[in-house]
């Protein structure tokens, strides 16, 4: 509301809710500063688990920062943004969401105190963008060569990533499944890159078993069962037939009326039908193919020619499942029985429908030159199955970043605390307020170590002066060992690894989110406008707002004015 001559304005409409100056910033970092501590136990080799329970019930346990986020349904605007944080590091690289997480909430928490000694956010800003600059190019600088050929650097940082999760017992095994599933979908671009798209990695759940009975099928399952009873269950060495027609009589597309005068006629008319349909199964049978799979309908009747030609069959199978078939077993997709070649079929060394469970599963495997593979998960309940799909995820986005960046650090808060070290220096030649500004975002970075020590149930502070003093000898990758409370020297020896990009996105985006809470100065929250039931006013206002009945629209204790 503003004052005009005496007489006040309304601008906003009432039950409006706004905040202004200091008090917005502070409700704003308070806000992102508790999406930080939630997730903060949860970070590294030693973090806790969560327990999330949704309205229905249903529960989830990860420590996946991403998950927790999305699962606890945040209303505060402020920490929406920091839930957008975690979203698009594991967009991105598909690692490092709790890191990205708590770094953000640690340069607001440090940012605070410079706004307290009246420095103006956009100082603050200008000097958090120019501290994330120097820190890439820190990270960039301190990075190792790596790649699709360094087979032990893979599964290092492939392991790395999942120690900290409930996988971490079979975390070799499944590493090893992950680099030969990357391996197999890589592809080289026009640059002759590397460029691996985890979309050609179909992930399959089913509980039962135990996570060491995960499984690699180079080829894909279907989600199907043969069509017919008297079909072969299995196909070795088969010739597969992929279609997109079905093999149906096509109907007419306009009204057409047959008029039949004689038993007879009928009889040629279910004649030439069944004759239309043997001429496509005899296609089909003629190009060699064993296996047929069908993205439309089959005819009964053309069943059971396929049956009585031993030509394993699946029917209304997905057109994504087709195109992934097609990169597998690298058959051509057909769309006329008239255009089909044997060798435009696909190849694959088994086709066999097996039950999982209680499902029955069409598994086609053993194909030469997979481009698209599958994961099948195993584990003892759903919701351990559900976590082991998080923790392959990340593995699988930890191995193609290390494919198409080349580029890895070593891990466990080593390179946070080295570029700290890095930055405080830099810090020492810039002038004026924005050198505080970078000494601050240094002094963030320590958080990564800070939290593993403090998971581990060791002393922050002291595990902190030990590592700063191993760092200044030079031992750019010195960490802890968080069993033992010991210094590690060099955390890439004993295979510690984390890809470089990940670090480097953990800190591009907690900076810009962080930045942009900085400069919000003026929160506006409209009124709600939920009412009661049926849209009905409450009893006695004539469908007016509180406090105007009777003034003719007038806002209240203004009736008078005019």
């Given at each position: 509301?503003?004052?005009?001559?005496?007489?006040?304005?309304?601008?906003?409409?009432?039950?409006?809710?706004?905040?202004?100056?200091?008090?917005?910033?502070?409700?704003?970092?308070?806000?992102?500063?508790?999406?930080?501590?939630?997730?903060?136990?949860?970070?590294?080799?030693?973090?806790?688990?969560?327990?999330?329970?949704?309205?229905?019930?249903?529960?989830?346990?990860?420590?996946?920062?991403?998950?927790?986020?999305?699962?606890?349904?945040?209303?505060?605007?402020?920490?929406?943004?920091?839930?957008?944080?975690?979203?698009?590091?594991?967009?991105?690289?598909?690692?490092?969401?709790?890191?990205?997480?708590?770094?953000?909430?640690?340069?607001?928490?440090?940012?605070?105190?410079?706004?307290?000694?009246?420095?103006?956010?956009?100082?603050?800003?200008?000097?958090?963008?120019?501290?994330?600059?120097?820190?890439?190019?820190?990270?960039?600088?301190?990075?190792?060569?790596?790649?699709?050929?360094?087979?032990?650097?893979?599964?290092?940082?492939?392991?790395?990533?999942?120690s900290s999760k409930i996988v971490s017992e079979s975390r070799e095994m499944l590493a090893g499944l992950c680099i030969d599933a990357i391996k197999a979908i890589a592809e080289k671009d026009e640059n002759g890159k590397w460029i691996a798209d985890i979309e050609k990695v179909q992930i399959q759940k089913k509980e039962g078993e135990s996570i060491d009975d995960t499984t690699l099928i180079k080829g894909i399952i279907l989600d199907k069962e043969v069509v017919s009873p008297g079909m072969p269950r299995s196909v070795k060495d088969a010739k597969i037939l992929l279609l997109q027609s079905a093999v149906e009589i096509e109907k007419t597309e306009f009204e057409t009326k047959l008029q039949i005068t004689s038993p007879e006629q009928i009889q040629q008319f279910l004649d030439e039908e069944e004759h239309m349909l043997r001429k496509m199964v005899q296609k089909i049978e003629n190009s060699g193919a064993n296996v047929l799979i069908c993205q439309k309908g089959i005819d009964d009747m053309a069943q059971h020619f396929l049956t009585k030609a031993g030509i394993l069959t699946v029917r209304r199978v997905k057109k994504s499942d087709i195109e992934k078939l097609s990169k597998a077993t690298g058959g051509m997709i057909f769309n006329n029985l008239d255009d089909i070649t044997p060798e435009k079929l696909g190849f694959a060394g088994l086709v066999e429908e097996r039950k999982v469970m209680n499902d029955s599963w069409i598994f086609i495997e053993e194909?030469?030159?997979?481009?698209?593979?599958?994961?099948?998960?195993?584990?003892?309940?759903?919701?351990?199955?559900?976590?082991?799909?998080?923790?392959?995820?990340?593995?699988?986005?930890?191995?193609?970043?290390?494919?198409?960046?080349?580029?890895?650090?070593?891990?466990?808060?080593?390179?946070?605390?080295?570029?700290?070290?890095?930055?405080?220096?830099?810090?020492?030649?810039?002038?004026?307020?924005?050198?505080l500004a970078v000494e601050v975002f240094a002094d963030s970075l320590d958080i990564v170590p800070k939290t593993l020590a403090e998971n581990?149930?060791?002393?922050?502070?002291?595990?902190?002066?030990?590592?700063?003093?191993?760092?200044?000898?030079?031992?750019?990758?010195?960490?802890?060992?968080?069993?033992?409370?010991?210094?590690?020297?060099?955390?890439?020896?004993?295979?510690?690894?984390?890809?470089?990009?990940?670090?480097?996105?953990?800190?591009?985006?907690?900076?810009?989110?962080?930045?942009?809470?900085?400069?919000i100065d003026d929160v506006i929250a409209s009124a709600k406008t939920a009412g009661p039931p049926g849209g009905m006013p409450p009893p006695g206002m004539g469908g007016m707002p509180p406090g105007m009945g009777g003034m003719g629209g007038m806002p209240p204790g203004m009736g008078d004015m005019y």
């Amino acid at each position: 509301m503003a004052q005009l001559g005496g007489q006040p304005i309304i601008l906003l409409k009432e039950g409006t809710e706004r905040q202004r100056g200091r008090d917005a910033m502070e409700n704003n970092i308070a806000a992102a500063k508790a999406i930080a501590d939630a997730v903060r136990t949860s970070l590294g080799p030693r973090g806790m688990d969560k327990m999330l329970v949704d309205q229905f019930g249903d529960v989830v346990i990860t420590n996946d920062g991403a998950t927790i986020l999305k699962e606890i349904d945040v209303q505060h605007p402020a920490a929406k943004m920091m839930v957008e944080v975690a979203k698009t590091q594991d967009s991105e690289v598909g690692d490092g969401t709790t890191t990205s997480v708590i770094l953000a909430g640690e340069l607001l928490k440090r940012a605070e105190k410079l706004l307290q000694q009246k420095i103006h956010p956009t100082v603050i800003t200008e000097g958090f963008r120019r501290a994330a600059e120097k820190a890439i190019e820190i990270l960039e600088g301190m990075s190792i060569k790596s790649g699709i050929d360094d087979y032990d650097g893979l599964k290092n940082a492939a392991m790395t990533c999942m120690s900290s999760k409930i996988v971490s017992e079979s975390r070799e095994m499944l590493a090893g499944l992950c680099i030969d599933a990357i391996k197999a979908i890589a592809e080289k671009d026009e640059n002759g890159k590397w460029i691996a798209d985890i979309e050609k990695v179909q992930i399959q759940k089913k509980e039962g078993e135990s996570i060491d009975d995960t499984t690699l099928i180079k080829g894909i399952i279907l989600d199907k069962e043969v069509v017919s009873p008297g079909m072969p269950r299995s196909v070795k060495d088969a010739k597969i037939l992929l279609l997109q027609s079905a093999v149906e009589i096509e109907k007419t597309e306009f009204e057409t009326k047959l008029q039949i005068t004689s038993p007879e006629q009928i009889q040629q008319f279910l004649d030439e039908e069944e004759h239309m349909l043997r001429k496509m199964v005899q296609k089909i049978e003629n190009s060699g193919a064993n296996v047929l799979i069908c993205q439309k309908g089959i005819d009964d009747m053309a069943q059971h020619f396929l049956t009585k030609a031993g030509i394993l069959t699946v029917r209304r199978v997905k057109k994504s499942d087709i195109e992934k078939l097609s990169k597998a077993t690298g058959g051509m997709i057909f769309n006329n029985l008239d255009d089909i070649t044997p060798e435009k079929l696909g190849f694959a060394g088994l086709v066999e429908e097996r039950k999982v469970m209680n499902d029955s599963w069409i598994f086609i495997e053993e194909c030469k030159d997979p481009k698209s593979v599958v994961i099948l998960i195993r584990g003892g309940t759903e919701l351990i199955v559900d976590e082991v799909d998080r923790a392959i995820h990340d593995a699988l986005c930890v191995t193609r970043d290390i494919i198409e960046d080349e580029k890895v650090v070593g891990g466990g808060g080593a390179p946070e605390l080295e570029t700290a070290i890095q930055l405080r220096k830099f810090a020492q030649t810039l002038g004026g307020r924005e050198q505080l500004a970078v000494e601050v975002f240094a002094d963030s970075l320590d958080i990564v170590p800070k939290t593993l020590a403090e998971n581990a149930g060791l002393d922050q502070i002291e595990v902190l002066m030990k590592l700063r003093a191993s760092h200044q000898a030079g031992n750019k990758f010195a960490a802890i060992d968080l069993d033992t409370g010991d210094i590690i020297d060099d955390m890439v020896k004993v295979g510690v690894i984390e890809p470089t990009i990940v670090k480097i996105q953990a800190i591009k985006s907690s900076t810009e989110a962080a930045s942009m809470l900085l400069r919000i100065d003026d929160v506006i929250a409209s009124a709600k406008t939920a009412g009661p039931p049926g849209g009905m006013p409450p009893p006695g206002m004539g469908g007016m707002p509180p406090g105007m009945g009777g003034m003719g629209g007038m806002p209240p204790g203004m009736g008078d004015m005019y």
